[in-house]
């Protein structure tokens, strides 16, 4: 697989969603391309987090912070 297809699959790849047939043809170009390699542990990474089971709950600062830049609605 060349390089273009191999990199827009890697998203699906990492997580376990290519059939078979791709998923064998990403891994080997992984292997032996260094961008793909490192934009392969980037996206596993990013898809651990995905995979988190408990939520953070954020510090009372933030929130008050993320809330008070919420501008105000006007309903009118």
């Known amino acids: 697989m060349d390089h ?3 990199s827009e699959l890697l ?5 376990d969603a290519c ?5 064998d043809e990403v891994r080997a ?6 961008p793909c390699t490192t934009e392969e542990a980037r996206l596993r990474d990013a ?5 988190v089971s408990e939520a ?4 009372g ?3 008050s912070r993320v809330l008070g830049d919420i501008p ?3 309903d009118d």
């Open 4 to 6: 273009g297809p191999a």
């Open 11 to 15: 998203g699906v790849y990492v997580l």
């Open 19 to 23: 059939d078979d047939a791709e998923a």
């Open 29 to 34: 170009h992984v292997t032996s391309c260094e």
């Open 47 to 51: 898809a651990g987090w995905l995979g």
């Open 56 to 59: 953070a709950t954020p510090s």
């Open 61 to 63: 600062e933030l929130r």
């Open 72 to 74: 105000d609605r006007d």
